[in-house]
């Protein structure tokens, strides 16, 4: 099967800043998809090219097949930018029925289309409510709602948490995930810990240049690794660690976490770990089996 997504090669240039560096990536239906990287990687240019916003300066990008912003997308990939707003004038209903109606749809049928995407992200019950009268989260859904209208194939969405109190940001990720197996997703965000949760396939970039890294693969060698947070700061840890039978390196990833790789055998290490915390008196907040993404991105040697 074809990729939904594929770009080979693709550079874009403002003036003298090379936004994007030759990036190229395959995107395939399922799980979703996470961009992360600092501010000015480029996420923002990326997305602009999947849209057919702006155009590359060099290189091949291809959506479901077609040129970004080709006729033959209409429908079929939707975009929400971290700004995105409601207006505070009309309520849900109203607004989503209009959106649909600019997408060609008649009136009953963009009124019975904003009534099913609504249900889907679980706000059949304020449909006539104005923004105002929503919560912070309620109005986050609507707008994911709104990106639903017309059943896209691809939906991206651009930081969709920001924002939000863990709560609600929970509940947009679960409402992700519900939706997953028939739409994919592609999210961006700065907030690691809470992509990885989701997303099989992640996308960094950092001044342009794009690597992907995989969850998948991350829970095949999580046997290699254990990520160790302390509640407080002790001295000599790595050092203490790096004694353990089967230990062969441990690095401070950072106040107080530790990340110990060590030797695949019969031998339970984490138990040893947790003993050695015990007998130094270190009391422990967590023992995470593997490595965190934030971990494998930024500490690959
Ligand atoms: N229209 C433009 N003209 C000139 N430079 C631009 C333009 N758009 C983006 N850039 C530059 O390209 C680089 C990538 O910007 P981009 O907005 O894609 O980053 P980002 O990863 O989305 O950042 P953030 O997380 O802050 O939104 C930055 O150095 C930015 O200044």
Redesign the pocket.
Known sequence: MSALISASGLS?K??D????SNVSFAIDKGAPVALV????????????LMCGY?FPSAGELQILGNKPGSRQLFGQLSALP?DAQLDPRFNIIHQLTFYGQLQGLSKSRATKESERVLELVGLSDVLRQKPMNLSHGMRKRATIAQALLGDPKIVML??ATAGLDPIHAREVRELVSALSSETTFIL?S?DLSELERLCGQVLH?D??ILTEHSAQSRLSDSSHFFTLQLSQSYPGVEQVLQQLQHVHRVYKSQSKEYVVEYQKSDSAVDIALLECCHQQGWQYRKLINGHTLENQIFHKN
């Open positions: 874009k403002f003036g800043k090379l936004a994007l990287g600092p501010n000015g990687a480029g996420k923002t240019t990326l997305f602009s702006i971290q651009d930081e961006s700065h970039l001044q342009g």
